[in-house]
């Protein structure tokens, strides 16, 4: 049975003008940029989307413009809100755009029981008609323990896996041993998704980096480590290191940046940008102009049109 969701999804970011309200132009740009180097889908309303920031009233129009760039079925949404009637709302909104499934991530803010999270899911699951897989996202948000992530997935119809972006593939290798068939394996953390690639335990990958750098995750994907092991493990390598140096800002933003220095179009910020902030991106832009080299080397021309993405 194959999976609901699979392949490489490239995690949107939210373009902002500089009152902090959504520039639509460069998000449309954003999405049909993406969606021209070969990725499966993008996703919408994740933690790259800095979805906590987001206004109520924003979430249908990205959907609107994401559904029209994307297509039917070639994207995902995050749900995730302040409070149970949100995230019902941001799903109906969604699935009415064409997402072909839904994150749902656990409740933010305070810390809840595994107990607590998991009513919250079989609440939201049983309130949606539609495809959902599990949000792991215990930094920012509470998260889903192995046990409990792998008694939703077998017991309640509507969710059909998980994007794990915990940075651990527990749960990725438990749902492995104990049967994954149909069973949506998602990688969310671009940190692990080689590893993840070489033990067998994902689908996929919904990848921030993706959102900037999509060819990357395109290549490591797709390629057959088994017989060209050193192209993957000298993709693999670039990744590391390029997550290395993002770590350095709120990942979102250093993301933006890259976005920026490539010509997708200026990205803005919901909060204010420290100035010490755009001298770490100056840092970053001398740094990445040695990497972009080393990357056309690594991940082939044709259809990702590396040469021609890079500005």
């Known amino acids: 049975m194959q999976p609901t969701v699979d392949g490489v999804y490239a995690a949107l970011l939210t373009p902002r003008n500089g009152d902090g309200s959504l520039n639509r132009e460069v998000l449309r740009a954003e999405a049909e940029f993406l969606i021209g180097t070969g990725v499966d889908g993008v996703v919408m309303n994740g933690a790259t989307a800095e979805y906590p920031l987001g206004r109520e009233c924003e979430f249908a129009e990205i959907a609107a413009i994401v559904g029209e760039v994307a297509g039917i ?31 749902l991530p656990a409740p933010m803010f ?20 539609a495809p959902i897989l599990l949000y792991n996202l215990p930094q920012f948000a ?16 509507p969710i059909k896996g998980i994007k794990d972006s915990s940075g651990s593939l527990d749960i990725l290798r438990l749902l492995t041993e104990r049967g994954a068939e149909g069973i949506s394996r998602i990688v969310g953390n ?4 080689a590893q993840a690639r070489r033990e067998g335990v994902c689908d996929g990958v919904v990848s921030g980096v993706a959102g900037a750098v999509p060819e990357l995750l395109v290549f490591l994907a797709r390629a057959d480590f088994a017989s060209d092991g050193a192209s993957f493990d000298a993709a ?3 990744l590391a290191e390029l997550i290395e140096h993002l770590n350095v800002f709120p990942t979102p933003w250093g993301l933006k940046f890259i976005a920026e220095s490539r010509g ?47 500005v």
């Open 73 to 103: 079925g070639r994207f995902l949404a995050g749900i995730g809100g302040a409070d149970v009637a949100g995230s019902i709302r941001n799903a109906e909104v969604a699935m009415a755009a064409g997402a072909r499934a839904l994150l």
């Open 110 to 129: 305070f810390r809840y029981g595994q107990e607590d999270v998991e009513a919250y899911a079989r609440h939201i699951a049983s309130k949606v008609e």
């Open 142 to 157: 509470n998260g889903y323990q192995p046990e409990t992530a792998l008694r939703l997935i077998q017991a309640v119809g």
């Open 190 to 193: 671009d940190q692990v998704f």
């Open 236 to 238: 693999a390598t670039l």
């Open 264 to 310: 997708i179009g200026a990205m803005g910020s919901a909060l204010p940008v420290a100035e010490s902030r755009l001298a770490q991106a100056e840092l970053l832009a001398a740094w990445l102009e040695e990497w972009w080299v080393r990357l056309r080397a690594t991940v082939p021309a044709g259809p990702l049109m590396v040469e021609d993405c890079v």
